[in-house]
């Protein structure tokens, strides 16, 4: 069965704090992919990464970066110098890719995470 | 180019009535997706729809709940006798291709239901 965790339920850092944000997965699929999404205050999701299971290469994006290992079934999200704006629930979230697979998001409860200033 | 539409954006209905959830894709996708975020929860996926087929329902309530996605117009997600516990905000989301996972999928800004 599919299934993503996130177990930090709420996070409160000070800004220009580094935070890493966890997400452990299960699948029976060797191929699937992985997502991140932010959604602020204002209640919509925002797209951050998108990784499939055949690529282990970490990935920097600015501040953000995304540690990916199959070894331990975890896609974990670090924000570096966090800022007030990064306020906002985090969900991780898993599409199976194999054979009769409809391409649906699995989604974790979400992280919220809280920047104070 | 816009992007996925929702409306409305609130909606409020008491008890026992009918709520109707309009999602129209981002232009060129035939295939939708919708999800529901109860409070404090994260997304669940409820039916995937193609147009003028259901794909995939796994996730739909059995009772009250339909979805369609017509040759033309918008999708629509049909809630009908509404009970406190429909409220919850509900997410279209589209894509341009069949999904055999991880094709992105463009998430509208959801409708929020209310249920007095």
């Known amino acids: 069965a599919q299934k993503v965790t996130q177990a930090q339920t709420e996070i409160s850092v000070v800004e220009k704090e580094d935070v890493t944000l966890d997400c452990v997965y299960e699948?029976?699929?060797?191929?699937?992919?992985l997502f991140w999404y932010k959604q602020p205050p204002s209640g919509e999701l925002v797209f951050l990464i998108r990784?499939?299971?055949?690529?282990?290469q970490n990935e920097i994006s600015g501040r953000y970066s995304w540690n990916f290992q199959k070894s331990t079934s975890s896609f974990n999200f670090t924000i570096t110098a966090s800022q007030v704006v990064d306020s906002a629930v985090y969900f991780c979230?898993?599409?199976?890719?194999?054979?009769?697979?409809?391409?649906?998001?699995?989604f974790g409860q979400g992280t919220t995470l809280q920047v104070k200033p | 180019n816009a992007g996925v539409m929702q409306n409305p954006r609130h909606l409020v209905r008491r008890r026992g009535q009918e709520a109707r959830l309009r999602c129209s894709p981002m232009?060129?996708?035939?295939?939708v997706y919708w999800y529901r975020q109860l409070p404090e929860e994260g997304l669940k996926f409820m039916v995937y729809?193609?147009?003028?087929?259901?794909?995939?329902e796994s996730g739909m309530p059995k009772e009250r709940f339909s979805a369609e996605f017509p040759k033309e117009g918008p999708s629509i997600l049909r809630i009908q006798q509404v009970v406190r516990g429909d409220s919850a905000a509900y997410f279209c989301?589209?894509?341009?291709?069949?999904?055999?996972?991880?094709?992105?999928?463009?998430f509208g800004p959801g409708t929020r239901l209310t249920v007095l």
């Open positions: 989301a589209s894509s341009p291709r069949t999904s055999g996972g991880g094709t992105e999928q463009f």
């Open positions: 990784r499939n299971s055949f690529d282990e």
């Open positions: 699948t029976r699929d060797t191929t699937y992919y």
């Open positions: 979230a898993l599409s199976e890719a194999g054979s009769g697979n409809t391409g649906k998001l699995i």
């Open positions: 729809l193609q147009k003028e087929n259901i794909i995939d």
């Open positions: 232009k060129g996708h035939s295939h």
